[in-house]
């Protein structure tokens, strides 16, 4: 045996390569799965760790040559630089590559603090090139045997529906986007693009996953409509193989309208909820995020989805520095008056604009007038808004959101606690809140680990 071939057979070798997550929202990773299945078809045989359900393995760090770590969103990268100073302990000369959105949004960073390369767009395709590229330059010194197994379904949140409780898969029909809204940290990276994944991968991964027990698929596609046809023939096939499994996706306002006469068959097929990023009501804000839908459009979704048999799931971003506390108080009474209290997860309530590095937000007059400092090792932007009061109030929503959240308060009482702050801090000027309401919120139906980037 030659010496490129003593080299080729190492790295194909039992854990030489490692592939970390460190958080996808609940859910299993693709960040992990779709690497995984990309490298062990080309012949190498790599180990995993998801740091959201199990413990760093230091002796899977210890023999690995390639560690990539997925960091597909804001909190992920957080934790996988917190990552980085551990590994280099354990394993100082290892390849470190973090792949995924916000390693090309922070790719200046990392790589002067510690990581050897960043991808994003296409990762399976570019880790293995990356992968084989190095193969001819690391060699390790021992190979022993590892399970390289994805932690069970089970160790993952669950689809829950008035008592029902469903094990929840996850897949990706295309990956990018082409909508460019600018608080999104996706334009910046695909620019307007998206791209279909093949339909036979999608379905693949969709019977191994129901294989090992899903009953409930989550599509985590950024839009599951940008290619409404290409998700339905998919939708249609799973269907046929699996009537009885069921399915969430999330789409814009504005796709809900568009391709409303899709959302009866959504419902046949086993749609149960619809993930929807409404982000605002107020016209300023939506206009300065380009979200291009309006709260009337919001309102019509509502009815489209609803009349199908079908939850519709709205997200916020309730604290930018453009929201007023009329605004925020207006989401408040919005979710209340829809009877939406149970289909928003509280720390939506919470969330509080992040504004990244490369975000096309920073393109916007708006933004270019405020003050804004680059926290490089918080990897956004700071702001502050004109009117301290708002600022008070985040800080105060998301204490208190966290405090019920581990006390396992009710939702209901949560959100009723929320609107009674912010009336208070608003002052006799507002309408207090109608308590008769309470009793016409029924639950709806959800993933139990909540929702946050």
């Known amino acids: 045996m030659d010496k490129e071939t003593q080299t080729l057979s190492v790295m194909h070798g039992p854990g030489a390569i490692l592939l970390i997550s460190c958080y996808e929202l609940g859910h299993r990773p693709i960040g992990l799965t779709r690497p995984l299945a990309a490298l062990e078809a080309a012949g190498f045989s790599p180990d995993t760790i998801d740091i959201a359900v199990e413990t760093l393995d230091a002796e899977k760090v210890k023999r690995a040559q390639f560690i990539g770590i997925s960091v597909p969103m804001h909190t992920a990268l957080r934790l996988g630089v917190h990552l980085l100073q551990r590994i280099r302990e354990l ?3 290892v390849t470190i590559c973090m792949y995924g959105l916000y390693a090309e949004l922070n790719a200046a960073y990392l790589l002067s603090h510690g990581v050897d390369f960043c991808i994003s767009g296409d990762v399976p395709t570019q880790l293995l090139a990356l992968v084989e590229s190095l193969t001819q330059e690391k060699r390790i ?7 390289g197994s994805l932690p069970a379904l089970d160790k993952y949140a669950c689809f829950e529906d008035n008592g029902e409780m469903r094990t929840v898969g996850y897949t990706e029909t295309t990956h990018g986007c082409k909508h460019l809204c600018t608080h999104c940290p996706i334009p910046p990276v695909y620019n307007g693009k998206f791209f279909p994944v093949q339909r036979e991968t999608v379905l693949d991964e969709i019977q191994k996953q129901v ?11 950024p839009d599951f409509l940008n290619g409404p046809m290409h998700g339905l023939r998919i939708l249609r096939a799973m269907h046929a193989t699996f009537p009885q499994l069921t399915f969430d996706f999330t789409t814009k306002i504005e796709h809900i309208l568009k391709h409303s006469k899709h959302f009866p068959e959504f419902a046949e097929l086993g749609c149960r909820f619809i993930i929807s990023a409404v982000e605002s009501l107020s016209g300023t804000v939506l ?65 509080r604009l992040l504004i990244p590095p490369s975000s096309y937000l920073l393109n916007r007059p708006e933004t270019k007038a405020l003050n804004l400092t680059l926290d490089q090792s918080a990897f956004s932007y700071i702001w502050e808004h004109p009117d301290p009061i708002m600022d008070k109030l985040q800080k105060t929503v998301n204490t208190l959101v966290e405090n019920d959240a581990r006390t396992d308060v009710d939702a209901l009482d949560t959100f009723y606690r929320i609107w009674e702050l912010a009336v208070d801090m608003h002052g006799s000027r507002h309408t207090p809140l109608d308590r008769n309401r309470k009793q016409t919120h029924l639950p709806a139906p959800r993933i139990t680990e909540a929702w946050f980037c």
Request: no cysteine; glycine share 4%; hydrophobic share 35%.
């Open 141 to 147: 010194h021992q190979v022993t045997n590892n399970n």
């Open 287 to 351: 206009t300065i995020l380009e979200k291009h839908h309006t709260r009337a459009d919001v309102e019509t979704a509502i009815d489209t989805v609803h009349q199908a048999g079908i939850a519709l799931r709205p997200t916020w971003v309730p604290f930018t520095p453009w929201t007023t506390l009329e605004d925020y108080l207006e989401i408040l009474e919005f979710v209340d008056t829809h009877r939406l209290v149970y289909h928003v997860d509280p720390v939506q309530y919470a969330v």
């Open 91 to 93: 394993n100082p000369d």
């Open 211 to 221: 294989a090992e027990g899903a009953t409930h698929i989550t599509f985590g596609d």
